[in-house]
């Protein structure tokens, strides 16, 4: 069946809604709005205003409101509308969501899914382009996944409702109007493993979320130019998958790791010390980064676009790696 | 209680006639935003103010140069009002340099240092603090500033309104809140998001004084906030008010703007605030066509030869990507 | 409005003697406390509750099995007065595996969900939207439960607080604000944190049923949170008590307590909750010297007890350091 | 002059009261209370309730009052009781205070310090144990400085209300009471360069902040094992000083980076990419890293030991790097 990332995402809340009682929706615009992404529009009128509720602006009060639900047993499924606000629901999230089950040695499980749309260029600058899921992944106790594909945005959903601890799924904006063919029958997916989404044996392009489909056109730019590259997307931030990495780089002896998150600090610099401190012996290059410029993001079209991770930069990135500056 | 217009200042011809073409201005201005937003010479996100205009040239009228404005992302009307010229303000939405903000801001993030404009801000309720801030080191300075701090109804559920007010109330800061109720937070009406619908009545519980004002009438608008603004510059305290509006389109040009009924629309479309002003100045005979001819005329040049501004403005070269940062590059004042 | 005791209730001798024999329980069990922190026994942070005992012993009282409870780092005597072990408090104090925590916790984080006590939670105001989730499932799935939301005066300051109480109040949730006002918020006095002194004022202006208590009165208490937590069982909405109290010891452990007039303390301690309700059963004749030694001497046994449980608890092995950051390892209900 | 940690920055902030009259303080309880960690005690008798301010209970609004008042002029210091709490204020901290100067194209510098005590270590559990600044270090337009000797106790605040752009000054808790001799006339200091607080030629022992004196301590012991271990001291952890640390590292071929945080996506992360980037051809063998457990802090004693660095995890790291298990 022909559909889109976004179409995909509100089928699996369709189906959660339908499947589990337990389950609800809560968020700003969630309901009349229908979603500012327009994510959840039409499932208002399909399950009514308890289980499609809109929230005034207070994230951190229907933040935390959902991990005490999660707490007595509901499986609540909270959207911030945007990463850019998560900011303010950053204490509920850590201190409360990620501490409780160990801070209660083991009797608070926090079953509580965080629906977070993320990413950058759309020109809305500073305040709204934050790319902060590969920050969030050094809190312990969360589990952050980051679905870049049709197969993904539909299955993450049901196996993170599953899950007995908080899920924070990513969304990357851009990626909504993605389309594509998804099976009739598709449905739940792991969240344990990353994938290889492009074979190759020059070297290994280590992405997630929305800098995927640009790193698999980087892959095919790369053949033409020679270079045989690998794509893996890791899918899961938190726990990484470093088996599957590491597999790869050392199959390939060289990687570049591509994120949109700010260079310093970033989920990139983690996969590049995991994979010195696990395959350095394998290694024929140093690990290189393809990352977004250390910069609140600016308005001006071209200065957001030499900000993000392009094409360009990772295949310029991955021939300095490969030495092959042909 | 609401503020009642003072007849005799109606009598001022040139106040009506300033206020009609500030509004005219606004409008005119953002008007031609929606095309060059279709023209995708505008990009981002684009929050028009339309029939909100007699908020920004009401209460704008009534501060003075001394006085610190703090914005919300649905700042155009503001940042004219307060004097930002046409041409640094269209600059800034096609994002050249020319630009009030240098074309890092865009539509939401106006800067003004020169008018004491300390910006738009698109975190609903984020600007409240900063308000705090300017008024605090204001008074520490010894200045008789006020600050003005624009925020919508949605940001009164923000735990920051709480924060600020109260702390505003305590330390007895020179900030006037100005709370634009235009009923919507985005697709949310108030009495969705509110257990207090009465915003002013919300104010009030932290001991400040507050009134509920007509933000469709920019007289009423004016006259409210010169008593507000007198009464912190002379020492009260912050003050709040409720200025009740609508806005005519949808939340941005993004939003297809389900969720609002035509009649509740067209109801309030019909007390436009710049036919208000022209109806009430035409009964008193302050306003000939001629006069409205001229304004027009006159708006649709200054809207134009922004545009011709922008147009001709340079696009920052990549190279200075990073500027901007910190200040080592030279932005320190 | 301040609620008056039903004097009919009064004359029942054995609700005095319960009540008695629980605020004498948390009182002895926190000056053992001390003594054992002082030998380094117990480490961390330690926020002594006593001088509010009947707080936590006559609300309880007024609570049912099915209700839930969220609290503060200052929650031994909720814990106790809920109903956990004070084995199982005691050892968690000591950091045992045996605590109600698993010594995870320890004094600022009691966690027991068989008596839906879900934790001391130590970010001030940071319990209270967890109280909306945990009545918010409760009414979704059809209980009749009321949670308990105990927080302090200094709470009311934070956004979490304003974001909370218009939420509960916006959808009629079944929780039950229990606030704690002692005065101070660590060194910082009521007046100096809040434009709005008048807590119960302040929560009424969400819309929401509020009202003050004699906190050192624990039939006043319990007859106040049991007509509360009655309405809000009834569907009556979210209500708010705000508990008039004072710590009679500094903030916590490590606090040399600069910040109190000695007088003030004085005065206070002259309230001793324990006192009061000593002296008025016994001038009710409602009490014995008898009584009151056995009581003393029942609850001396039980904290040493506790003690005696804490000290042959286990510790846990290091090699589970990271158990229960994930539910992988068993923790899944 | 004898005096300690805690002393040095008492010194420091009434300097800055004294000599300019725009810096005041503002937080909880750094008046009346004299400072949780009794920092402050005695400036608010010394300046006034005008310039020591107690604020309530918000600090995502007297952060925010910081960051206003900065933008006009003056130079507040701001302390937020303790990390845990910074949370509740990062929404102001990451989209003003760092995003301000740039989205207004260079109109709107903020020349804010705040003081921010932070780490672990004294079984306050998990809400009260974070060790963040190497996170916070994550966000462009912030300068993030970690004090870990008297003289930058006594030196950085000065340098940090002269700097036009926000300072956060993150004070590890574990320090206040370290003792020590101090010059009489100490005075600001730079916050550009790390420091190389030990010489060696075997291993560079890369640390910062709260964790400095257990790397000394390890160095020594190292050295009775025949190891000669050098101990660089980060000092501001964004910008790095990469040069100094490449330049050690270049020399002893060998690296350790010791760190408080959370492992996964920690400062220690980006360190060990960067050296991989620049000096991979000089490593004698793969970066190592020894962080805290990723682990919500337990309160039980000998669990949180467990899960902080220490003196043993560090010379075993080292030994292990250098290949001496002798
Ligand atoms: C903290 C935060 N949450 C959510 C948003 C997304 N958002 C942008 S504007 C808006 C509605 C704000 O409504 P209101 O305050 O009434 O202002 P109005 O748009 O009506 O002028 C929302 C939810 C945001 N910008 N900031
Ligand atoms: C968000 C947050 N800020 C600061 C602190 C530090 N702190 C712990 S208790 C306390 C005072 C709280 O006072 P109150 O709410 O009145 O409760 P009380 O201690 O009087 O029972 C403070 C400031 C904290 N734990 N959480
Ligand atoms: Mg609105
Ligand atoms: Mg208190």
């Known amino acids: 069946m022909k559909t889109t990332y976004r179409e995909a995402i509100r089928a699996a809340l369709a189906d959660a809604l339908e499947h589990d009682e337990r389950v609800f929706l809560v968020g700003e615009d969630v309901g009349r709005y229908g979603g500012c992404f327009a994510v959840s529009l039409g499932l208002l009128e399909q399950f009514g205003p308890e289980r499609i509720r809109d929230a005034p602006l207070s994230e951190s009060a229907f933040v935390g409101a959902g991990i005490g639900a999660a707490m007595a047993g509901m499986r609540p499924i909270v959207e911030i509308m945007t990463v850019n606000f998560s900011l303010l629901a950053l204490d509920q999230i850590m201190n409360n969501a990620a501490s409780l089950l160990h801070m209660s040695g083991g009797q608070c499980a926090v079953p509580l899914v965080l629906r977070i749309p993320t990413g950058g260029g759309r020109q809305v600058a500073a305040q709204h382009s934050h790319s902060l899921e590969g920050w969030f992944a050094h809190i312990p106790g969360l589990r952050v996944v980051t679905p870049a594909t049709l197969e993904d945005a539909r299955g993450m959903l049901a196996t993170a409702l599953d899950d007995p601890d908080p899920v924070l799924i990513f969304e990357h904006a851009s990626l909504y109007p993605m389309t594509g063919e998804l099976a009739d029958d598709a449905g739940a997916v792991d969240l344990d493993n990353a994938v290889i989404r492009r074979g190759g044996t020059d070297i290994s392009l280590i992405t997630y979320g929305g800098t995927l489909p640009m790193t698999l056109e980087a892959a095919d730019k790369l053949q033409d130019a020679g270079v045989d590259a690998e794509v893996v997307d890791l899918r899961t931030l938190r726990p990484l998958d470093e088996k599957t990495v590491l597999e790869s780089v050392a199959r390939t002896h060289r990687a570049v790791i591509v994120d949109e998150g700010w260079r310093s600090g970033s989920i990139s610099a983690e996969i590049s010390a995991r994979i010195t401190e696990s395959v350095f012996y394998e290694l024929d290059a140093p690990v290189a980064r393809v990352c977004s410029a250390e910069v609140p993001m600016p308005y001006a079209r071209q200065l957001e676009q030499a900000a993000l991770p392009s094409v360009e930069r990772i295949v310029a990135a991955a021939r300095e790696v490969v030495g092959t500056h042909g | ?333």
Chains 1, 4 share one sequence.
């Open chain 2, 1 to 333: 209680m609401t503020t009642t217009v003072d007849a005799t200042r109606m009598l001022d011809r040139d106040r009506g006639l300033d206020l009609l073409r500030q509004m005219t201005l606004i409008r005119r201005f953002e008007e031609k935003c929606v095309e060059l937003y279709s023209s995708g010479t505008i990009r981002g996100f684009v929050h028009l103010y339309i029939g909100e205009e007699a908020i920004a040239a009401g209460a704008m009228r009534a501060l003075t140069t001394e006085d610190a404005i703090v914005s919300t992302y649905r700042e155009h009307g503001h940042a004219l009002a307060r004097g930002i010229p046409a041409r640094a303000v269209m600059a800034e939405m096609f994002g050249k340099v020319e630009g009030c903000s240098g074309g890092r801001g865009g539509s939401m993030h106006l800067f003004d240092l020169d008018t004491r404009f300390y910006g738009g801000n698109a975190i609903v309720a984020g600007g409240l603090p900063l308000a705090l801030g300017l008024a605090l080191a204001d008074s520490m300075k010894g200045r008789k500033a006020v600050t003005a701090c624009f925020f919508g109804d949605g940001a009164v559920a923000e735990g920051e309104f709480h924060e600020a007010l109260n702390l505003a109330a305590l330390w007895g800061l020179p900030v006037l809140f100005l709370c634009e109720n235009n009923l919507y937070a985005m697709g949310t009406a108030l009495d969705r998001a509110q257990a207090q619908t009465d915003l002013a009545l919300r104010a009030s519980s932290y001991e400040m004084p507050a009134w509920s004002v007509d933000g469709m009438d920019v007289l009423a608008v004016e006259d409210a906030t010169r008593a507000a603004a007198e009464a912190v510059r002379a020492g009260g305290g912050p003050h709040f008010l409720e200025l009740r509006t609508y806005r005519f389109r949808a939340h941005s040009l993004y939003d297809p703007d389900r969720y609002r009924q035509k009649d509740e629309i067209r109801q309030w479309v019909q007390r436009d605030p710049l036919s208000a002003l022209k109806e009430r100045m035409q009964a008193e005979d302050r306003l000939t066509d001629d006069d409205v001819a001229a304004i027009e005329q006159d708006v649709t040049a200054e809207v134009a030869d922004a545009v011709e501004y922008a147009k001709a403005g340079h696009e920052e070269p990549v190279t200075s990507l990073t500027r901007w940062v910190y200040s080592d590059d030279g932005a320190r004042p």
